[in-house]
């Protein structure tokens, strides 16, 4: 199973974008895609990659508190696909983002969710700049 992060570019401080991670390949179908615990991380040279935000397979969000009211995850099983609108960015917010994935049975509490050893499948990344 993949997964292909799209959606960045060069956008102004102030201004949206959507992220879009969508999986494929393998015998990934819609209800084992619904299975899985999805979420955003973003990395800058020289740092850590760190989360951003996530959506549990019940569709319980999480995000880091740096984008609160800003951002919003959200995902559609049907097209195995999970977005991150973006709104209001700032230059801070410039960085590679990731997409990572993990199947899950159990209800996972938000703090393990929070944690980038938990996933075990990841996008490529894709980058956006925040120009001031």
């Known amino acids: 199973v993949q997964l292909q992060a799209s959606g960045g570019g060069l956008v102004q401080a102030g201004g949206s974008l959507r992220l879009s991670c969508a999986a494929s390949g393998g015998t990934l179908n819609t209800y084992a895609f619904s299975r899985n615990a999805l979420s955003w991380f973003r990395e800058t040279p020289g740092k850590e990659r760190l989360f951003v935000a996530t959506?549990?397979?019940?569709?319980?969000?999480t995000y880091t508190d740096s984008v609160k009211g800003r951002f919003t995850i959200s995902r559609d099983d049907a097209k195995k696909t999970v977005y991150l609108q973006m709104n209001n960015l700032k230059p801070e917010d410039t960085a590679i983002y990731y997409c990572?994935?993990?199947?899950?049975?159990?209800?996972?509490?938000?703090?393990?969710?929070?944690?980038?050893?938990?996933?075990?499948?990841w996008g490529q990344g894709t980058e956006f700049t925040v120009s001031s």
């Open positions: 990572a994935a993990r199947s899950t049975i159990l209800t996972i509490p938000s703090e393990t969710l929070r944690q980038r050893a938990f996933y075990d499948n």
């Open positions: 959506i549990s397979r019940g569709g319980d969000t």
